[in-house]
Nanobody, 122 residues
Framework: QVQLVESGGGLVQAGASLRLSCAAS????????MGWFRQAPGKEREFVAA????????YYADSVKGRFTISRDNAKNTVYLQMNSLKPEDTAVYYC???????????????WGQGTEVTVSS
């Protein structure tokens, strides 16, 4: 069992940066791959970024490539999402998720956090 708690969301202006954190419980965090997903108002949840258990492989949605960076610190049981050059269309609730094998497929993730809200004003 893995419990995930996101933090770091907020209200920012376009062009600003935010760093989201996802703290995981349990001693097996380092064996899980992690993903970030987001859900904008009135839209379906979508993939943002994913990272393998070692951090050696990362994946990004085209919409965030070059602006967002996913990373992890296994000693701190935490995964991060650094978001730069934020746009109003990045406004959403951001969720982290965990599963053993890294994937971009949302349906395959086993554990989910409660989400943190990001609002980007124009």
């Amino acid at each position: 069992q893995v419990q995930l708690v996101e933090s770091g969301g907020g209200l920012v202006q376009a062009g600003a940066s935010l760093r989201l954190s996802c703290a995981a419980s349990g001693r097996t965090f380092s064996s899980y791959s992690m993903g970030w997903f987001r859900q904008a108002p009135g839209k379906e949840r979508e993939f943002v970024a994913a990272i393998s258990w070692s951090g050696g492989n990362t994946y990004y949605a085209d919409s965030v490539k070059g602006r967002f960076t996913i990373s992890r610190d296994n000693a701190k049981n935490t995964v991060y999402l650094q978001m730069n050059s934020l746009k109003p269309e990045d406004t959403a609730v951001y969720y982290c998720a965990a599963r053993r094998i890294v994937t971009t497929e949302m349906e395959l993730y086993d554990y989910w956090g409660q989400g943190t809200e990001v609002t980007v004003s124009s």
